[in-house]
């Protein structure tokens, strides 16, 4: 497949497949006789891989990292493991300062209900919710 292909099947710019590839990211990606990059199926694994990773927040070194592990073989699980543990932590406590926003953000949507139906409270409620995250209070 061509570059101008992929783009179009991944939803991702021409652009943005150069980087990865210029940013090693993609292991395996093979030129033809004009030196234009020729993609193969193993290549858009490696693409939609990379996307998941970007869109998941992961550096693009540690995602270099990784695709280098990768290529070592089996002997790299234990350091791959590793990589993949330490972004689902992160992303564990990113989801725990979300829900916490979402707590926050229903307290004072539920204030202007109450407001809007009785229009003699017209300031926020003392004191914090006991469900609120600590990082919250």
Known sequence: MTIQEVAKLMGISQ????YYDHQ?????VKR????????????????KMVITLRELGMPVPTIREYVQLSAEG????RQRLKIMTDEQERILAELEKVQ???????????HYIDVLVDPKLDKFPKGIDPIFPDHLK
């Open 100 to 110: 916490g926003h979402y707590i926050m953000i229903n307290h004072w949507i539920n």
């Open 32 to 47: 033809d006789k004009y030196n234009n990059r020729v993609f193969t199926e193993n290549d858009l694994a490696w693409i």
């Open 15 to 18: 652009s943005a497949i150069r």
């Open 24 to 28: 090693q990211l993609l292991p395996s």
């Open 74 to 77: 089996k002997q790299t699980l």
